[in-house]
């Protein structure tokens, strides 16, 4: 997507505008189905919850993914986008028993993350097969609120209760047809991610069931120039091979699973916003935009860099700034950055905004969600309108006090 491009999407949709590029999608996706492309048998899920728009999800139904879901709306979702419930794994951690036995009775795969519901879950519908979540306790991940896979983590059931696992399966005679592990985000170490499948190779081997091995996700991508990503190729070229002799001394063929979803969308997001102010203290120049920790999260959330260019002024001469939104609590997007010289009624434009970003916007300060806009095939298409304030009030009992 050209600066040229954005900038005119900026004027004909207006700003706070997130937009996306269906090329890029379809390029990551190739990626990872050509460096695993030696294995028998591959499925793609796209983790939904990255970014949930109903056409990103068909622009996924077009290059035959299959969908990784954590809620019951995520599930609802998917099916409305025309998925087959066979290819929407239910990958939920700490929901009710009836959320999964919704699930269920939609058809979907069910992921258990848990021995309790497991237990209850195999009494009541033995004859559904269930995935089981290891926790293979390999510390991973970018910081500590996405890493999931360490030894004090509420996600999956420990490696160590395996024998546990089994007792359940037996006395309850269910079918467990999949192993899964996801040990976090921003996973840049090939071999600690290797480690990690060692383990669930060998729990794997316990189950004489089994369908496929879903080795979940957190596949890191650049977020500033020069930044880590996972080596992707590398990681397929060991993998494939360490899998394909795997299948070989199990007996047969199994499926190798992955449910990406920063890799996927992370890059092909761009949200474009405003410059209503810039104000100059006593030691910083701040450039105030018309948008906020509402709509982009993960700065103040997670400390995450998104890469900042003012696409009105892109020969401009380089200035200090820091970029803040109009929320009234600290929000700072971006601070002591090196911008071109901003002035007020510029577009700037935020990297990787595909990723966790539209999909944990929020209401707050009772301000519109931004809209979405996908570029597809060459044509821009609006896939959110924006939010009025009828929106604001939708669910609101108006009483008269
Ligand atoms: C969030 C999540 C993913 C996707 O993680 P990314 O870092 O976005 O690739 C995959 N699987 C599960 C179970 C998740 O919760």
Known sequence: MTQKLLLSLAKKYDTPLYVYDSGKISAQYKRITTAFS????????????????????KVFKQLNSGLDTVSIQEVQLGLKAGFDPNDIIFTPNGVSLEEI?????????INIDNI?????FGQKHPKTPVCIR????????GNSKISVGHIDSKFGISIHQLPHIHRVV????????????????????????????EILFNAAETFKDLAYIDFGSGFKVPY???????????????????FNEFCKDFGRDLTLMFEPGK????????????????????STVFAGVDTGMNHLIRPMFYDA????????????????????????????????????????????????????????????????????????????????????????LRNQEQLTL
């Open 263 to 282: 890799f996927l969308v992370s890059e092909a997001g761009k949200f474009l916003v405003n410059v209503n102010v810039v104000k100059q203290t006593t």
């Open 134 to 141: 290891i926790n293979p306790h390999i510390m991973a991940g």
């Open 224 to 242: 500033k120039e020069g930044d880590i990503e996972t080596d992707i190729e590398e990681l397929g070229k060991k993998l494939s091979k360490r």
């Open 101 to 109: 036995e919704q699930a269920k009775d939609l058809g979907v795969q």
């Open 38 to 57: 030696s294995v028998a048998s591959l499925r793609i899920n796209y983790a939904v919850k990255a970014l949930s728009n109903i056409n990103i999800l």
């Open 305 to 392: 860099y998104h890469h900042i260019e003012n696409i009105s002024n892109p020969k401009g001469k380089e200035r200090f700034y820091s970029v803040v939104g109009y929320i009234c609590e600290t929000d700072t997007l971006g601070a002591n950055r090196r911008i071109n010289e901003i002035s007020e009624g510029d577009i700037l434009s935020f990297s990787n905004a595909g990723a966790y970003c539209f999909s944990m916007a929020s209401n707050y300060n009772s301000r519109y969600r931004p809209a979405e806009v996908l570029i597809h095939k060459g044509k821009d298409y609006l896939i959110r309108k924006r939010e009025t304030i009828d929106d604001i």
């Open 170 to 197: 037996e006395n309850t005679g269910m079918l467990i047809n999949g192993i899964h592990m996801h040990t976090g985000s921003d996973i840049y170490d090939v071999d600690a991610f290797l480690r990690a499948t």
């Open 116 to 120: 309790s519901i497991l237990e209850q």
